[in-house]
Nanobody, 125 residues
Framework: QVQLVESGGGLVQVGGSLRLSCAAS????????MGWFRQSPGKEREFVAS????????YYADSVKGRFTISRDNAKNTVYLQMNSLKPEDTAVYYC??????????????????WGQGTQVTVSS
């Protein structure tokens, strides 16, 4: 069992930066892949970024590639999402997610068994 708590969201101007954190509890955190997804009003939840167990492999949605960076610190049971050059279309609730047993990073919503409560990111123009 893994419990996830996101933090770091807020209001930022276009072009600004935010760093989201996801603190995980449970002994399995360091053995599973993690991901970030986001959801805007009226839209389905979409993939943002994912990272393998070791952190060696990462995937990004095309819309954030080159602007967002996912990383993890297994000693602190925390995964991060550094978001730079933010755009109004990045406005959404951002969710941290964990796979149940796999160490392989995934871009698929249904591959993730555990979810945080979400943190709001609002980019103003």
């Amino acid at each position: 069992q893994v419990q996830l708590v996101e933090s770091g969201g807020g209001l930022v101007q276009v072009g600004g930066s935010l760093r989201l954190s996801c603190a995980a509890s449970g002994r399995t955190f360091s053995s599973v892949a993690m991901g970030w997804f986001r959801q805007s009003p009226g839209k389905e939840r979409e993939f943002v970024a994912s990272i393998s167990k070791s952190g060696a492999i990462t995937y990004y949605a095309d819309s954030v590639k080159g602007r967002f960076t996912i990383s993890r610190d297994n000693a602190k049971n925390t995964v991060y999402l550094q978001m730079n050059s933010l755009k109004p279309e990045d406005t959404a609730v951002y969710y941290c997610a964990a796979r149940s047993i796999s160490r392989v990073a995934s871009t698929t919503f249904s591959d993730h068994a555990y979810w945080g409560q979400g943190t709001q990111v609002t980019v103003s123009s």
